[in-house]
């Protein structure tokens, strides 16, 4: 079984910066992209990044110059640096595996739990 873990989630005012973190863990071989989604309240979860194992990036317009990802293949963990946040950052944050190849079987599409990042004075 594979499950993916959200960290770093909280309360930061405008401007301030968070980092989240999302470990996999299981019987893992490898993971093709994994990446961050938002759900902010009220409405559709929506793309933030991805990243590929060779470290291939893509970024939501709205996000661009101001987050970035990074994963670290060996820990099979994916992160995502967030700076210059504003109040529209405001959303429930989820991590997301694609082609998780475990010795049992291939996941298409593993999520996370998520965890809430709140953007506020």
């Known amino acids: ?3 993916l873990v959200e960290s770093g989630g909280g309360l930061v005012q405008p401007g301030g910066s968070l980092r989240l973190s999302c470990a996999a863990s299981g019987s893992i ?3 093709n992209a994994m990446g961050w989604y938002r ?3 009220g409405k ?3 793309l933030v990044a991805t990243i590929t194992s060779g470290g291939s990036t893509n970024y939501a317009d709205s996000v ?3 987050f970035s990802i990074s994963r670290d293949n060996a820990k099979k963990t994916v ?3 967030m700076n210059s946040l504003k109040p529209e950052d405001t959303a429930v944050y989820y991590c997301n595996a694609k082609r998780v190849l ?3 079987t291939m996941h298409l599409e593993v999520w996370g739990q998520g965890t809430q990042v709140t953007v506020s004075s």
Request: net charge positive; hydrophobic share 20%; no cysteine.
């Open 29 to 31: 071989l490898s993971i």
């Open 102 to 104: 475990t010795r049992e």
């Open 64 to 66: 661009k110059g101001r």
């Open 1 to 3: 079984q594979v499950q």
């Open 39 to 41: 759900q902010p309240p």
């Open 79 to 81: 992160y995502l640096q």
């Open 44 to 46: 559709q979860r929506e």
